[in-house]
């Protein structure tokens, strides 16, 4: 019943989840709202809990083409402190998001938040047998800061400084298997964002960069593969496959299911014109693949004026 949950308090940095801290606050203290048709419904929601919300419906939009399902709740439960704290996504009698929200939280900390727009992606995925859980946190880790970007909410330079700063936590450490027998925290979170990145420059080399992942997982969607249906992992990949055109999702699962595959990160890193000064990242219009960098991250042309870039 339970898909996926996440905590933490950065741009795209899942923490191993405190189960303790999910014990249910008292009545009084959660709110439930409803995404009906893409809109989020109910009077007298705070406005920057409002704006909050209708920012993460927006990235979802951005790069899937619509919200993921007609009908979604969301319970808001309001916990001690600050900032969005940890959120779990429910598989059960439709699409249920439950998450943790601290009673000071400031709009600011709102703006910033990668939580709720990792979970609306978890929406956009059939649910999978256990030993996938890499493919549904992976897409999501991948997915919410590059849908963030084209929605005009985050700078591409952030996004591929995060991505250049963790990516390597997903690469098989000693003793490590495949994605499908390694289920630790980094190969189930970082291990599935890395195969989505590189999914999404091999379908770009491939189709000369005509599509990449977004469009194999917008095929996905619009074939029924919502969090409300069950499906094997061949047949979502297959699904992603015939809309590129290339078997990439359906090779590179082959390969990387039960082997530790390894990655050159610092060639890729060169390759796509990503060059990193300490937190910041300097993104080079001369490299090779710098095309694909910037098809990837590229703003949507009716994305709204940027509300927050980071740094």
Same mark, same amino acid.
């Given at each position: 019943m339970v898909v996926a949950g996440c905590s933490g308090s950065v741009l795209n940095a899942p923490h191993q989840t405190n189960r303790a801290s999910f014990a249910s606050p008292p009545s009084e203290h959660r709110v439930e709202l409803r995404i009906e048709g893409g809109q989020l419904t109910g009077a007298g929601t705070p406005p920057e809990v409002r704006a909050w919300i209708e920012e993460s419906i927006q990235a979802i939009d951005t790069y899937y083409g619509h919200f993921p399902v007609e009908r979604a709740r969301l319970l808001m439960e309001r916990v001690d402190g600050s900032g969005v704290r940890w959120a779990r996504t429910f598989a059960h009698s439709g699409a249920f998001?439950?998450?943790?929200?601290? $009673?000071? @939280?400031?709009?600011?900390?709102?703006?910033?938040?990668?939580?709720? @727009? =990792?979970?609306?992606? =978890?929406? #956009?995925?059939?649910?999978?047998? $256990?030993? =996938?859980?890499?493919?549904?946190? %992976? #897409?999501?880790?991948?997915?919410?800061?590059?849908?963030?970007?084209?929605? %005009?909410?985050?700078?591409?330079e952030r996004v591929w400084a995060e991505f250049a700063? $963790?990516?390597?936590? %997903?690469?098989?450490?000693?003793?490590?298997?495949?994605? $499908?027998?390694?289920?630790?925290?980094?190969? !189930?979170?970082?291990?599935?964002?890395?195969?989505?990145?590189?999914?999404?420059?091999?379908?770009?080399?491939? !189709?000369?960069?005509?599509?990449?992942?977004?469009? #194999?997982?917008?095929?996905?969607?619009e074939g029924g593969g919502t969090l409300e249906h069950r499906w094997s992992v061949r047949e979502a990949l297959k699904a992603g496959d015939g809309a590129t055109g290339v078997d990439v999702l359906t090779q590179m699962y082959e390969e990387w299911r039960a082997a530790p595959v390894q990655v050159d990160l610092p060639r890729l890193w060169r390759e796509l014109g990503v060059e990193t000064r300490g937190r910041r990242a300097v993104l080079r219009d001369d490299a090779p693949l710098a095309n694909i960098r910037r098809a990837i991250t590229a703003r949507a042309a009716d994305a709204r004026p940027q509300a927050y870039a980071g740094d």
């Open positions: 998001i439950r998450i943790g929200v601290g $009673d000071q @939280t400031t709009s600011a900390e709102f703006a910033s938040d990668w939580i709720l @727009t =990792h979970e609306f992606v =978890h929406l #956009a995925l059939p649910q999978l047998a $256990d030993e =996938h859980d890499w493919l549904q946190e %992976g #897409a999501a880790t991948y997915v919410e800061p590059v849908a963030r970007a084209q929605a %005009g909410q985050l700078s591409p700063r $963790d990516m390597s936590r %997903g690469l098989p450490a000693d003793g490590d298997r495949g994605l $499908d027998f390694t289920p630790t925290w980094a190969r !189930t979170y970082w291990g599935g964002a890395l195969f989505c990145l590189v999914a999404d420059v091999k379908i770009r080399i491939r !189709t000369g960069n005509r599509v990449g992942l977004q469009q #194999a997982l917008r095929a996905v969607l």
